[in-house]
């Protein structure tokens, strides 16, 4: 009786290393956008918004330099209320992941900005990194109850009209934010402690391309 207790308790120690391998190297969910059809909303995302002005419009278009080609998901309106921050999440929720992105400023003359929202409760709670062509910053933000509230920042070249990387890794309290390659901000916040949604943000009048949305959970 001993030993074969003694075996199950191996076995089922192995099978718990098995299950923590297994996650930890845990394929990313992607998404390129492809197989969605042209000029609409990409299935399985929620579309919202934060602050005021009109909703975001968030289409799937075919653009040439799409860097997995052919399509990006574009979000196309150009509404200039400052505080307006349009919003595309999905899932599974996730707590500790790496979460990456390539984003195109297009246009805009209040803001070209391209951002990562991750530990989504809904458009009025998450945190973003994001990249602005106009201010050439990179900065990372809570937002609680639509308020937005920075909390880390790098200044660098940021290129309208050219396709950017931007990745945050986070676990617990902790965020590494990465841009183009190279790690630009190591920050701390307790906001979010809880797993939540992931996706892609823009603000005012920023008309983005984004492409290869990834998340791996860590």
Known sequence: MCANFATRLELASAFVGLLVAASAGAAPISFGFDSDALGKAPGGFDLGRTGGGAQGVWVVEAQPDAPSGPNVLAQTSADTTDYRFPVAFTGPPMKDLRLSVRCKPVSGKVDQACGLI?????????????????????????????????????????????????????????????????????????????????????????????????????
């Open 118 to 218: 991750f530990r989504v409760k809904d458009a009025d709670n998450y945190y973003v990194t994001r990249a602005n062509a106009l201010e050439n910053n990179v900065r990372l933000y809570h937002v609680v109850a639509g308020k937005r509230v920075q909390f880390a920042t790098w200044q660098g070249a940021v290129k309208s009209g050219a396709w950017h990387e931007l990745a945050v890794e986070a676990e617990g309290d902790r965020f590494q934010v990465f841009f183009d390659g190279r790690k630009v901000m190591d920050a701390h916040d307790s906001t979010f402690a809880d797993a939540g949604k992931f996706g892609v943000w823009t603000k005012a009048d920023s008309v983005t391309y984004f492409d290869d949305l990834a998340a791996t959970p860590k």
